[in-house]
């Protein structure tokens, strides 16, 4: 029996895969509880037609994401912290603060996008990763100075 898949099955397949099953395991498990459907022609052409949105959508997010990535550039982001004598700051610097110091400068990413290695807890100058894409990464600059 073949079915299409409406979402990731362990040991099985993918969403929207075309996969052969036993008709006991498709007709009393899979599609009762929504997790396939009966792959009948109709439903064939409606999965390769959400398939090839779904590839046109995703290459014009990478494109977006690319060109985000592009226009950052090699820009230096200047964050400003409390510090004591001997540079070590009150605090750290956080992913929230490079997403703000990138939005000052008109670029919007989500905290959540933003890697950083390690602790930023001295003054001086670092890198943090943006994961703008699965397929897309920037990495930008900053120098941490007194406030």
């Known amino acids: 029996m073949e079915i299409i898949l409406k979402e990731d099955v362990k040991g099985l397949g993918y969403k929207n895969d075309l996969v052969t099953v036993r008709p006991g395991y498709g007709r009393n498990y899979l599609i009762p509880q929504g997790m396939a459907l009966l792959a009948t022609p109709s439903a064939k052409k409606v999965v390769a037609e959400n398939q090839r949105q779904a590839a046109h959508k995703a290459e014009k997010l990478k494109l977006d994401a690319q060109s985000l990535a592009d226009n950052i550039g090699e820009t230096v982001l200047v964050i400003k912290a409390k510090a004591g004598e001997n540079g070590k700051i009150f605090g750290a610097v ?35 990763t943006l994961n703008l894409h699965k397929a897309v990464q920037h990495t930008v600059a900053f120098s941490v100075v007194a406030d």
Not at 94 to 107: C, E, R, V, Y
């Open 94 to 128: 956080t992913t929230l603060q490079i997403s703000d110091a990138l939005k000052a400068l008109g670029f919007e990413v989500d905290r959540k996008r933003i890697g950083l290695v390690g602790d930023v807890k001295e003054l001086g100058n670092y890198s943090a």
